[in-house]
């Protein structure tokens, strides 16, 4: 009896997870080229620091931490990798929601950085949903957010300050991590590669 329950409630949850990740919303494949519309990678530098930061973000873990959060109901919800790369663009950039939607259609980095291969003329959502989706993830799922992208400098800092994400304010909240260390990755990631070209020209002199 004790071993039909352990695989009724297996079969359950394996149910439940088969159903949550038709709730979670996905991106068009990315390395599916179409013949009248150029990916996005074809045409932009590819040493960029917004193209460098985006493969080095674990992307999938962050999915994976933050899926927990979506119902296993409902309508099929705004891709994670989308809404996270938007938020982190926000942060980086200083941005509010509706600026951002404005810069991202018009920015192809913007839109490779949130997961998309082609360029796209329209902004994926309304703005709004940005509100809904802080509230679904909640303080702890951002600590998440910036706790990965400060690691990937090799930095774990404590006990900092980082601005809440708000679209017009900067609240003094305490939080582990702190967003300007964050926009620190970008900077080192445009600069490492324009160092090893110096160290190459000295080399060949």
Same mark, same amino acid.
């Given at each position: 009896m004790k071993l039909n329950k352990m695989q009724d409630l297996n079969n359950?949850?394996?149910k439940s997870c088969k159903k949550r990740e038709k709730m979670l919303g996905k991106l068009p494949d990315k390395n599916q080229a179409e013949f009248f519309r150029p990916m996005i990678i074809d045409f932009i530098d590819k040493q960029h620091e917004l193209v460098l930061l985006a493969q080095k973000i674990d992307w999938a873990h962050i999915e994976k931490e933050l899926s927990v959060k979506y119902s296993d109901r409902g309508q099929p919800a705004i891709a994670i990798r989308f809404m996270v790369g938007s938020l982190l663009l926000?942060?980086?950039y200083n941005l509010g929601d509706e600026t951002l939607? +404005?810069?991202w259609v018009m920015n192809p980095y913007m839109q490779y950085f949130c997961g998309y291969g082609q360029f796209q003329h329209k902004?994926?959502?309304d703005p709004s949903d940005f509100v809904h989706f802080r509230k679904r993830i909640g303080k702890e799922g951002i600590e998440k957010i910036f706790t990965h992208t400060i690691e990937l400098h090799?930095? +774990?800092v404590k006990n900092k300050q980082l601005m809440s994400d708000?679209?017009?304010?900067e609240n003094n909240i305490t939080y582990?991590?702190?967003s300007k260390l964050a926009k620190k990755i970008i900077d080192?990631?445009?600069?490492t590669p324009e160092l090893q070209a110096s160290k190459q020209a000295i080399i060949k002199r």
């Open positions: 359950l949850s394996k926000k942060h980086y939607a +404005k810069q902004f994926p959502c090799g930095k +774990k708000t679209t017009v304010q582990p991590t702190d080192r990631c445009k600069t």
